[in-house]
């Protein structure tokens, strides 16, 4: 199973970092990927992290979220900076070679 952490209330403009730890399987065998739901809205690709570690991002968290993964801690990271109102949603973790979603982790982005 993989389960995300990290997730909560932050200020426009702050920071948070979303944690994504695998159990039962290695994940450095696995390309590695961050989506977000906000409310009444479709999931849509935020982040992937490759093996290699080459990292892709959507256009609108580009310059702003940093992904990266730890394989030595079974675990990958979004460090979100630079937070704005609409980043608001649950993200969730994602190994499309598993077809395998983690519960997600609701992160609200409020004065």
Same mark, same amino acid.
């Given at each position: 199973?993989? =389960?995300?952490?990290?997730?909560?209330?932050?200020?426009?403009g702050g920071s948070l970092r979303l944690s994504c730890v695998a159990s039962g399987f290695p994940l450095d065998l696995f390309h590695v990927n961050w989506y977000r739901q906000a409310?009444?809205?479709g999931r849509?690709? =935020?982040a992937t992290v490759l093996r290699t570690r080459e990292a892709t991002y959507a256009d609108f968290v580009k310059g702003?979220?940093?992904i990266s993964r730890d394989d030595s801690k079974n675990t990958a990271y979004l460090q979100m900076n630079s937070l704005k109102p609409e980043d608001s949603a649950v993200y969730y973790c994602y190994?499309?070679?598993r077809n395998l979603w983690g519960q997600g982790t609701r992160v609200t982005v409020s004065s």
């Open positions: 199973q993989i =389960v995300e952490s990290g997730g909560g209330l932050v200020q426009p409310p009444g809205k849509e690709h =935020v702003r979220f940093i190994l499309p070679s």
